[in-house]
């Protein structure tokens, strides 16, 4: 599908006053629709404007509508006001377009409300209308962006006094806010619109990339390298502990040693406690039969405990202590479906997003959807806040058949 004009609902927010002049200086056509048709032509310099009544007579295949018309969650607003705009005037315009024959509709989101544990009105009524599209099907396709903080020319909010700053000291300082938590800056934005057609998934987490974030890498290293060496500091005794009663249980090595892809795709060799019989099939954990597993392994999987020689994989700089599970170079689904979403770009890791959530490697694309998750939402504050609810016990162990 070849997208021509983007049809914009809610252009006058922080985020539309910049993605509609980046669209059009790429050069395409932009009509904003609102209630105040002179404002808005004022607001948006050489763009159409349409009122609501109008955008059924906006369309064709090669138009894309932009919703990003919304109630924000720092507004003290009753939770019906939150669905009227948030829900049920986003199934309207949706409705519209559909009618007008357009190619695509866009309903922007927030990370916020991937979050089910969050209940505020905002992430309440944005999940519902999700859930109301997925419900109510139109010959359009649908497709919802869930943005962080968005970083545009100009720093907005409570962010907005770091615009005061000189430059030497406004760019780091970002730099190290935004290794804390994800963000997105508007040209990210504009680039995913712009290659819409080549996701394959209806739902899109749009950030931008942390790797060439210096501070992050380096805080993440340093967390991962302190991280180790603690564990070898204060478990030592633990380790050592574990690896005679595995030897003295079943025969064989105290250490299984595994050939496991990592970054960019590369083997490597990830260490574990031996949980399972030496004649047990070299296969996924949970392809693996639960008879293979012995009754000591059967604790140390479920307390995560056979993870603990990866610190050496760890202090080898071959895996992290938060990332995507490593996975066995056989599971060629899992590989391929992490290739596409780009999650190999990412070191593996002892626990993760999809690990506290109880997501096993049993689904392929489901567990890559998760990795590309955390791949979008990376940060030290999510990093940190995942080793917590790993050592609290959220999560499983690997899981056999």
Request: glycine content about 8%.
């Amino acid at each position: 599908m070849s997208i021509r004009t983007f049809v914009i609902v809610g252009a006058s927010g922080n985020v539309g006053r910049e993605l509609a002049p980046r669209l059009m200086e790429a050069g395409y056509e932009v009509v904003v629709v609102g209630r105040d048709l002179a404002k808005l032509q004022a607001a948006f310099p050489g763009a159409n404007v349409a009122g609501y009544d109008d955008i059924g007579k906006v369309g064709g295949a090669d138009c894309a509508l932009l919703y990003l018309t919304t109630i924000n969650n720092d507004e003290d607003a009753p939770y019906d006001l939150f669905r009227a705009v948030n829900v049920e005037l986003a199934i309207k315009v949706r409705d519209q377009a559909a009618q007008a024959g357009m190619g695509q509709f866009v309903y922007f989101s927030s990370t916020h409300a991937l979050d089910e544990r969050n209940l505020s009105h905002y992430a309440l009524s944005k999940r519902a209308a999700v859930a109301a599209m997925r419900q109510i099907s139109v010959p359009i396709d649908t497709r919802v962006i869930y943005l962080p903080a968005v970083i545009g020319e100009r720093l907005s909010g409570r962010l907005s006094i770091l615009n005061q700053l000189p430059a030497f000291i406004y760019r780091p300082l970002l730099s190290i806010l935004r290794a804390l938590k994800p963000t997105v800056l508007i040209s990210d934005i504009v680039d995913s619109l712009l290659r819409m057609d080549d996701q394959n998934d209806d739902d899109l987490i749009v950030s931008s990339d942390q790797s060439a974030n210096l501070f992050f890498a380096f805080s993440k290293r340093v967390i991962d390298i302190a991280s180790a060496a603690g564990i070898l500091l204060l478990l030592w005794w633990l380790m050592l502990v574990i690896w005679v009663m595995v030897k003295v249980q079943s025969p064989g090595p105290g250490v299984f040693s595994q050939t496991r892809i990592g970054q960019h795709g590369r083997p490597f060799t990830c260490y574990k406690f031996r949980t399972m019989y030496v004649s047990a099939p070299n296969v996924a954990t949970h392809e693996a039969p639960a008879s293979a597993v012995t009754p000591l392994g059967r604790f140390l999987r479920g307390s995560k405990l056979d993870e603990l020689p990866q610190v050496f994989n760890i202090l080898a700089n071959q895996m992290s202590l938060v990332g995507p599970r490593p996975c066995l170079p056989s599971q060629v689904d899992l590989i391929a479906e992490r290739r596409e979403r780009g999650v190999l770009d990412m070191k593996p890791g002892i626990t993760g997003l999809a690990q506290v959530n109880g997501i096993d490697m049993s689904d392929a694309k489901r567990l890559a959807k998760w990795d590309a998750r955390y791949l979008r939402l990376r940060s030290i504050s999510l990093d940190l806040k995942l080793i917590i609810q790993t050592g609290l016990g959220r999560g499983r162990g690997g899981k056999v058949r």
